[in-house]
Nanobody
Framework: QVQLVESGGGLVQAGGSLRLSCAAS????????MGWFRQAPGKEREFVAA????????YYADSVKGRFTISRDNAKNTVYLQMNSLKPEDTAVYYC???????????????????WGQGTQVTVSS
């Protein structure tokens, strides 16, 4: 089992920045690729960003490309999501997710991830 705990959410004005963190425990962190997803009220959960276990590759949704940056520190068992130039449409609960390195398939699909955090609320005011 892997336990994931997100932090760093909050209320910010449009154009502002937030940095989300996700701390992992329970298993060797470097055995997992990591992703961020989000879910706005009344909408389905959607992919935001992903990073491979060794940080060699990153993936982004078109809606956040150029504004958000995913990174990880395997020594600290933590993955980050730096969010800049935030827009009201970024308002959502943000979830951290982990997928075993042996799991195949798209990084963009939530059903490829084995473990999920409880989420952190991000609210962007206009």
């Amino acid at each position: 089992q892997v336990q994931l705990v997100e932090s760093g959410g909050g209320l910010v004005q449009a154009g502002g920045s937030l940095r989300l963190s996700c701390a992992a425990s329970g298993r060797t962190f470097s055995n997992y690729h990591m992703g961020w997803f989000r879910q706005a009220p009344g909408k389905e959960r959607e992919f935001v960003a992903a990073i491979t276990w060794n940080s060699n590759s990153t993936y982004y949704a078109d809606s956040v490309k150029g504004r958000f940056t995913i990174s990880r520190d395997n020594a600290k068992n933590t993955v980050y999501l730096q969010m800049n130039s935030l827009k009201p449409e970024d308002t959502a609960v943000y979830y951290c997710a982990a997928r075993d390195r042996t799991v195949l398939g798209s990084y963009y699909r939530s059903n490829r991830y084995n473990y999920w955090g409880q989420g952190t609320q991000v609210t962007v005011s206009s």
